[in-house]
């Protein structure tokens, strides 16, 4: 009997580990019962009866009409009672965009091949010139301290370069007079601009992320694209999007701005049109705009356009020369001056035509945005993240090798190490999820979850590097000035965190609520027969939906139980992986089956309800976002060449990574609201117990000293970053005394051992080094070294101070005459 029970815990072991089929089941289900009966000796009645059972199982199972009568009708009526109607914004959000990588993380059973197949993103010639030129070009233009604090916006020099050479419409195909460039570079050129200048970065990137272009492109009419899109490239129109309102931030499909389908005068004739009214916030580049996406509510009270009244959120486009539209005044984001502010206007009149797409997308508003917003999201943020990210990485590691206390380079003490470290190494796997998610938008897809995950996750990561280059920097990070290289970015920082979709709701709705739904492989299936089918059609796709479910579910068990009693040693890697690297994949693979299985059991005991347990969802999310994560950054890593000096930063990173999608299992798991359920997914998950540990210290010592030290794996981390060549910039003296002070490490012992011999004194006001020289420790050459080195360093360590009114009498004395000079000429 003992056998006979191991005999079956094997088979549904093996069996549900290889996800064989129902038929398959159904045969070993016989042979067992064969054998049962054997060794139990039942007698006719008890051999009749097993045999009953068998086949009334083996037919339930296998005959599917048989099954829908007696299971899956059944569950079906339940879930078409327990499943939440959704409403069409909500419809609409979920089928916008695509799935990718994030399908085959829901899947149990990730397919690394197929990953590592995908070419590997590279931008064309033409773009690497863009970026090696203008984009160059324009970071050296750039002086955030008299953006900042002097102008509060870009000087027009810089301006007028942007709009010249195309940077507001570098998605704009050419032939419609744009740069027609890839997302890829695209997100590179935000990298730069934003490792230089905020301002300069948000200014490119709005115009070229969701707005007037994106929206024209994909939904304009002829007209529309051919007398708006050359505008756009060429800087003739500033563009801005305007959706959010005082009272619609986050739940923004409730906007309360209207228009009304009327007939009015428009240029002497009578037009049919719309008189809108709206009052919005914080729209970037809004007080400079002269064409203004704005998004309303339309109705249609005479069925003037169609026979509904309501017809739902409507784009359209406005000249902000229209009379009524009031624009202009600006907000102060933290300081980021990059212009943004309100605008509003009350029964403005506009033509009919002026709706993006033309009168048949009254109404479609939603979905464009939804469908136009991952590629967007896919790009924008996390490529400024990366840029603040790498700019930091090199400054703070410079800094902290060039400023001394206790006679030590601070970046070698261990708590400083601590947080340099944690900087090079986030700062690695930004890169390279901003790699693999732009290269993803150039493959087609619209990654709508995985947008989610990067823009979450990387404006997090920027986060985490400022703080920890702020504690770095200490006093010399807090007094603004033009020597402050990281103040500012510190500032600004909480606007990435809340625009395009605020993190906090990004996380516990947005990732796991939407991936649960779009990337799992059936639950959409299941969700679109109990709600839009219906009859024998709704029966049959259910059934087949939420059969294989199970068989998913039953799979993912067993695939996670086995990984964790094997030390995930049969969990599947990729046949070309670096052996380096391949127990990363086998972790998370085993991750993948341990997440889709609590996933799966979590909506079952929770269902609906899960979509409000946003502390559960939240930490689902963590998981599925730790191990797309980890994938970029094995993709990277192959990518590039397999480069093993930078080893130190994938080991660390990744082992944080499996280490918080732990803790976020484990918390699932102990708030997890059926406490029986939660035991037993604990000893699946988890059978051996936790195996993940925190990333060990030495890697990150290791991951620390590749930013103390110059060099290619430096550069290679910090490669988007402007660096100026100029040692009247901060961060150009910043980066020469970084190299002095390497340099001069050798001429620094010199004099400490010839100090600790007796040699020389080191008294207070005297130059040491000069008194080193007449005793003939250093020569008149290394003498000069040295002396360079500490002017430099004086330099780099020095903090900003002002007069009383902050020079601000100064600043606009000079701006006036600017001003008077400009209307002159
Ligand atoms: C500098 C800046 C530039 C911007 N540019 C533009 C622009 O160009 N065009 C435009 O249309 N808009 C723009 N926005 C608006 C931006 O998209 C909104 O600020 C954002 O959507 C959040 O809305 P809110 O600020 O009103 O916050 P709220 O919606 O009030 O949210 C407050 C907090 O509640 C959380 N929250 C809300 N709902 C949920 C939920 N269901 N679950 C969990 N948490 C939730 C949010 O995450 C946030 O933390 C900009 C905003 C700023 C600050």
Not at 1 to 24: D, E, K, N, Q, T
Not at 596 to 614: I, N, P
Not at 664 to 677: G, T
């Amino acid at each position: 009997m003992l056998g006979w029970i191991l005999g079956v815990i094997a088979v549904f072991l093996v069996f549900g580990f290889f996800r064989m089929p129902i038929i398959w089941w159904t045969l070993a289900g016989g042979l067992m019962a064969v054998y049962l009966s054997v060794i139990a000796g039942f007698d006719t009645l008890g051999n009749t009866l097993l045999g009953v059972l068998f086949v009334i199982f083996s037919a339930v199972l296998n005959i599917s009409s048989l099954r829908r009568k007696i299971i899956s009708n059944r569950v079906l009526a339940i879930y078409r009672r327990i499943l939440p109607d959704m409403s069409q914004t909500e419809k609409e959000a979920i089928d916008a965009g695509t799935v990718w990588w994030d399908g085959d993380l829901f899947s149990g059973k990730p397919d690394w091949d197929k990953l590592l197949a995908t070419p590997a993103p590279h931008l064309s010639a033409e773009e690497q010139a863009f970026l090696d030129g203008p984009v160059e070009e324009l970071c050296a233009m750039c002086d955030d301290w008299e953006i900042t604090h002097e102008r509060y916006d870009l000087p027009p020099r810089v301006w007028q370069f942007i709009k010249d050479k195309g940077f507001l419409g570098m998605i704009i195909p050419r032939k419609f007079g744009g740069m027609g460039f890839s997302a890829l570079a695209h997100s590179a050129v935000v990298t730069k601009l934003s490792s230089r200048s905020n301002a300069a970065a948000v200014t490119v990137m709005v115009p070229n992320s969701l707005g007037p272009a994106e929206l024209l492109l994909h939904y304009g009419t002829d007209a529309q694209k051919n007398h708006y899109l050359p505008r756009l490239a060429k800087g003739l129109e500033i563009p801005c999007f305007a959706l959010t309102s005082p009272e619609a931030g986050s739940d923004a499909a409730s906007i309360p701005d209207y228009g009304v389908v009327c007939k009015g005068v428009w240029q002497g004739k009578e037009t049919l049109g719309m008189r809108v009214t709206w009052d919005k916030r914080y729209i970037t580049l809004g007080p400079v705009a002269s064409l203004l996406g704005l998004a309303f509510r339309l109705y249609d009270p005479e069925n003037l356009l169609s026979s509904k009244t309501d017809l739902g959120i409507t784009c359209a486009l406005v000249p902000t020369s229209t009379p009524g539209v009031n624009i202009g005044r600006r907000h102060l984001p933290l300081n980021g001056v990059f212009q943004n502010g309100p605008n509003s206007g009350k029964e403005v009149f506009m033509p009919i035509d002026w709706i993006i797409g033309g009168p048949e997308y009254a109404g479609k508003g939603w979905m464009m945005l939804m469908n136009c917003l991952a590629a967007g999201r896919s790009i924008s943020l996390p490529a400024s993240s990366v840029g603040g990210a790498q700019a930091l990485a090199r400054a703070t590691g410079a800094y902290a090798r060039v400023r001394q206390q206790f006679r030590t380079p601070i970046g070698k003490l261990e708590g400083v190490e601590e947080a340099l470290g944690r900087i090079a190494a986030n700062t690695y796997m930004m890169e390279a999820t901003r790699v693999m998610t732009a290269g993803a938008v150039d493959a087609g897809e619209k990654p709508s979850v995985i947008s989610a995950i990067a823009k979450y996750h990387m404006t997090e990561r920027a986060r985490q590097c400022v703080n920890d280059s702020m504690d770095i920097h200490g006093g010399k990070g807090i007094c603004l000035g033009p020597n402050n290289w990281v103040g500012r970015g510190y500032q600004v920082l909480p606007v990435g965190i809340t625009v395009e979709g605020a993190n906090i709701l990004t996380r516990t709705l947005i990732i796991f609520g939407q991936g649960a739904i779009r990337c799992h492989p059936y639950v959409l299936r299941e969700m679109r027969a109990a709600k839009e089918m219906n009859g024998e059609a709704a029966a049959i796709e259910f059934d087949d939906a939420f059969t294989s479910h199970i068989g998913h579910a039953i799979a993912n068990g067993v695939r996670a139980f086995v990984h964790g009693v094997t030390s995930s040693r049969l969990a599947h890697v990729p046949r070309e992986g670096a052996p380096e690297t391949l127990h990363y994949y086998r972790f998370t693979s085993r991750l993948s089956a341990a997440f889709a299985f609590l996933a799966d059991v979590s909506m079952m005991a929770m269902g609906g309800a899960l979509k409000r347990k946003e502390k559960i969802s939240g930490r689902l999310g963590d998981v599925l976002s730790m191990m797309y994560l980890v994938s970029a950054m094995l993709k990277h890593y192959e990518d590039q060449g397999r480069i093993r000096e930078d080893l130190p930063l994938i080991r660390w990173a990744a082992r944080d990574a499996f280490y918080h999608a732990q803790q976020a299992i484990d918390q699932v798991l102990s708030n997890f609201p059926i406490k029986s359920l939660a035991t037993l997914l604990r000893w699946t998950i988890f059978p051996l117990g936790t195996p993940f540990r925190p990333p060990l210290d030495s890697r990150n010592q290791e991951c620390a000293r590749l930013v103390l030290e110059p060099g290619a794996a430096r550069d290679r981390l910090t490669a988007s970053v402007f660096v100026s060549k100029s040692e009247k910039d901060a961060t150009g003296v910043l980066e020469a005394a970084f190299l002095a002070t390497v340099a001069c490490e050798p001429l620094d012992k010199k004099l400490r051992d010839a100090v600790r011999s007796g040699k020389l004194e080191t008294r207070p006001g005297v130059d040491t080094a000069a008194v080193a020289h007449q005793l003939g420790i250093l020569n008149s050459e290394e003498l000069q070294k040295w002396q360079r080195k500490e002017a430099l360093r004086k330099n780099v360590i020095k903090v900003d101070d002002f007069p009383q009114d902050f020079g601000r009498a100064e600043i606009l004395q000079k701006l006036s005459s600017e001003t008077v000079k400009a209307k002159a000429a």
